[in-house]
């Protein structure tokens, strides 16, 4: 069974901060999302990481994949009030071999940003 | 371009009561799922369609059901409604069943009285 593990699952942090979220998940998959959700919101997309060693960066948020360690990162760099919502990260399930479909959600880091 | 499309928002509904929920996913998009959102067990996975035919399906009971019509559009249908069924229901729609990245609509809100 794939599992994923999101840590910290909250964080309150100061403006102009930087912080890591971290992301592991149990069997091999190439196939790494990050999700943001505002309260009462949908998901949205920000990253999409295909392959071992993939980084994207957009704006204060970077993310990272590992496949070998089976990690995946999001970094925020300066931190700013408008980043404060909830992160999960996904891994596609029909590409871990470990039997699980669709994607396969951690249970979200809630980031509270303070001035 | 028109996201993806969830109706209705916002459902209250009785036990044992049936509800159908639909979603119209992104133009050219043929891959649409369906996830299940609770504060105690997160998002997790109900089923996958593609060209009108189910491809995955999640840990759900029997009583929840789906089908995808030849324009892509789905709907979800849970029979026997239970009081552990109030959730966000959410839809992502792909273009392929083996496409890299996954829209999501705004949810339907279904409470279950």
């Known amino acids: 069974e794939l599992k994923v593990e999101q840590n910290p699952l909250f964080l309150s942090m100061q403006e102009g901060k930087n912080y890591t979220i971290y992301c592991n998940y149990s069997?091999?998959?190439?196939?790494l999302y990050w999700y943001r959700q505002d309260p009462g919101k949908s998901l949205e997309s920000l990253f999409v990481l295909l392959s071992n060693g993939a980084v994207k960066q957009e704006g204060r948020l970077m993310a990272s994949l590992d496949t070998k360690a089976r990690l995946s990162t999001l970094h925020i760099t300066a931190a700013v009030h408008d980043l404060s919502a909830t992160y999960f990260c996904?891994?596609?399930?029909?590409?871990?071999?470990?039997?699980?479909?669709?994607?396969?959600f951690g249970k979200g880091t809630h980031l509270i940003i303070q001035p | 371009k028109a996201g993806v499309t969830q109706t209705p928002r916002y459902l209250i509904k009785t036990r044992g009561q049936q509800v159908t929920l639909s979603c119209s996913p992104i133009?050219?998009?043929?891959?649409v799922s369906w996830y299940q959102q609770t504060p105690g067990q997160g998002l997790q996975f109900l089923f996958e369609y593609f060209s009108e035919t189910q491809r995955n399906k999640g840990n759900f009971p029997g009583r929840f059901s789906g089908r995808q019509f030849s324009n892509s559009r789905s709907e979800m249908n849970v029979s026997t409604l239970e009081l552990g069924d109030s959730a966000l229901y959410l839809c992502?729609?792909?273009?392929?069943?083996?496409?890299?990245?996954?829209?999501f609509g705004q949810g339907t809100r279904l409470t279950v009285v």
């Open positions: 069997t091999t998959s190439d196939r």
């Open positions: 992502a729609s792909s273009r392929t069943v083996s496409n890299t990245e996954a829209f």
């Open positions: 996904a891994v596609d399930g029909t590409y871990s071999g470990g039997g699980a479909d669709g994607l396969t």
């Open positions: 133009s050219g998009h043929r891959s």
